[in-house]
């Protein structure tokens, strides 16, 4: 058994897929989250004009079944989204196979939803990826051609919504788009005005890989370099960007003198430790602090919220991870003592029932109840995540919850990924085959998806949060616990972080930390 103790609760008694890390030794400030994809598509000539539909075609198909188009508001693509976002972490996580060489898997499944928008508005309405599209990024069953409607309206909403307020002096959030057209390529006038109306993305020429990598280092405040590659670039068609960024101040920030290096334990080989700076507050009665225990497939796991700064405190860092003793595995690496389950097979059941939870309608009603005193059922029992029991969040300000103390590490990360296989696997394949995409070009039923790149980088300290994301496609020719008096969390072993929209529920950036950075002071 590991000498841990994770958590504590006591009375208050007193590839050509490529998977990369980059460690940065020194920094200091707020913590960042920056997230790029690019979607490379190849077009073949060998069909040029064949398969693909007209604008009057097209108009007139959404508008005869316009009676039937579906309503999406913000909440549920925001629930759609997290779910997407869950599904593609977990084939990323196993693919990874806990590779010992992965200190962090990071996404933003808002970004890469965004950029898959783009590309659903120019999927011909008939199309199989135009249904996977709908059916695996919006959870939309047999929607039809009208359905198109409905995603680019909710889209529009859920972007405008996650940046309302971002003027606050203590929070930024912005969400942009670009279109980037190769001179020998030329886009039917209705994508273009749908991308303009709908996502507010300007066609632009591309001549380099230069030019987008501005814009995106441009759009993510210097976060995010490098998206593409210039022989990228030379063979593309059309590259949809996405452009993310995201800085927030702690509600109640950590105090540096308070940080120390303690053991944080690792999940590869034998477990081991490794001594991290780990951040320390007390939160007392008052404070905006919630947390939460709850079953998922019978692991016992642990939530906090911690509120940023603004007023309306529109967004909080969601983290979660098992709790209970820890122990090596009999085939190595970490696992829980009470069960012998692998530690991250635990942690991805953790992340997606508490991700499953967000911007569901009891979540507000029962934290309101908890914060009361009260509770929104008989039993005591709070909301419900889909299919696991019961979940209750406890304020600090709640009668039987005096203080909260919280350990959570610094960290940084750098990771980018190739997406394609991880999409592929959960049901998108149709976007990487020709004859799909007749609504962007005469010629555009010949377009598919050749790759989907993705690259995140994470700061997390003292002050804050600092995130941002460019999502870009590129296309080429070719059981709630009895609430203690004094809780104690403490972070040290790996855990979920993502930045949540408190009003739409929308994971902004979602991950898994198995190893934070090794600071040199």
Not at 21 to 49: C, D, K, Q
Not at 258 to 271: A, H
Not at 413 to 438: H, Q
């Amino acid at each position: 058994m590991l000498d841990n103790k994770a958590l504590e609760v006591q009375p208050s008694s007193g590839s050509a897929r490529k998977h990369a890390i980059t460690v940065r030794r020194r920094w200091f400030g707020v913590g960042i989250l920056l997230v790029a994809v690019v979607l490379i598509l190849s077009l073949t000539l060998t069909l040029a004009g064949g398969s693909s539909s007209s604008p009057e075609e097209q108009d007139s198909s959404l508008e005869v079944s316009q009676e039937k188009a579906l309503s999406v508001d913000q909440s549920v693509l925001a629930q759609s989204v997290n779910t997407f976002g869950t599904r593609v972490l977990d084939q990323i996580a196993a693919e990874n196979n806990n590779s010992p060489s992965i200190d962090a898997i990071f996404l933003s499944p808002w970004g890469i939803t965004h950029a898959l928008s783009m590309l659903h508005e120019g999927a011909s309405p008939e199309s199989e990826a135009r249904k996977q599209l709908q059916h695996v990024v919006f959870n939309i069953q047999n929607g039809g051609s009208a359905s198109n409607t409905a995603i680019r309206t909710a889209t529009k909403a859920l972007s405008s919504a996650i940046i309302s307020g971002s003027n606050d002096i203590n929070l930024t959030v912005s969400d942009a788009n670009s279109a980037w057209v190769s001179p020998s390529f030329q886009l039917l006038d209705s994508y273009v005005d749908a991308l303009k109306e709908y996502y507010l993305a300007e066609a632009r020429p591309l001549t380099s890989a230069a030019e987008v990598n501005s814009w995106v280092e441009s759009a993510t405040r210097g976060k995010i370099t490098n998206l593409i590659d210039e022989p990228t670039a030379a063979s593309a068609s059309l590259i949809l960007v996405n452009a993310i960024y995201f800085k927030g101040l702690w509600e109640a920030p950590f105090n540096v003198e308070e940080t120390t290096r303690q053991p944080f334990y690792l999940t590869q080989g034998d477990g081991g430790t490794v001594d991290v700076p780990l951040m320390y507050l007390q939160y007392k009665r008052g404070s905006s602090v919630q947390a939460a225990r709850y079953k998922a497939s019978e692991i016992d796991c642990i939530a906090v919220k911690l509120d940023y700064k603004m007023e309306g405190q529109d967004y909080y860092a969601l983290l979660a991870m098992p709790e209970g003793a820890l122990s090596s595995s009999g085939n190595g690496g970490l696992a829980l003592q009470s069960s012998g389950v692998n530690y991250i097979s635990a942690l991805s059941s953790c992340r997606a029932s508490i991700l499953a939870s967000l911007g569901s309608a009891s979540e507000s009603q029962n934290v309101d109840s908890v914060e009361n005193g009260t509770s929104s059922s008989g039993s005591g029992a709070g909301e419900t995540i889909e299919g696991e029991g019961g979940l209750e969040w406890i304020s600090v300000g709640h009668p039987d919850m005096d203080t909260a103390k919280i350990y959570l590490p610094r960290f940084e990360v750098d990771y980018s990924t190739s997406l394609a296989p991880a999409l592929a696997s959960i049901g998108l394949s149709s976007i990487f085959t020709p004859g799909n995409f007749g609504g962007i070009a005469q010629n555009g039923g010949d377009l598919a998806v050749s790759d989907v790149l993705h690259k995140v980088y994470v700061k997390v300290d003292e002050q804050g949060t600092e995130a941002a994301a460019a999502t870009g496609i590129v296309m080429v020719t070719s059981m709630p616990l009895e609430p203690p008096k004094e809780l104690v969390v403490r972070f040290d072993r790996p855990f979920m972080f993502s930045v949540v929209n408190k009003k739409t529920g929308l994971a902004l950036f979602v991950g898994e930390v198995y190893k934070p950075e090794e600071w040199e002071e």
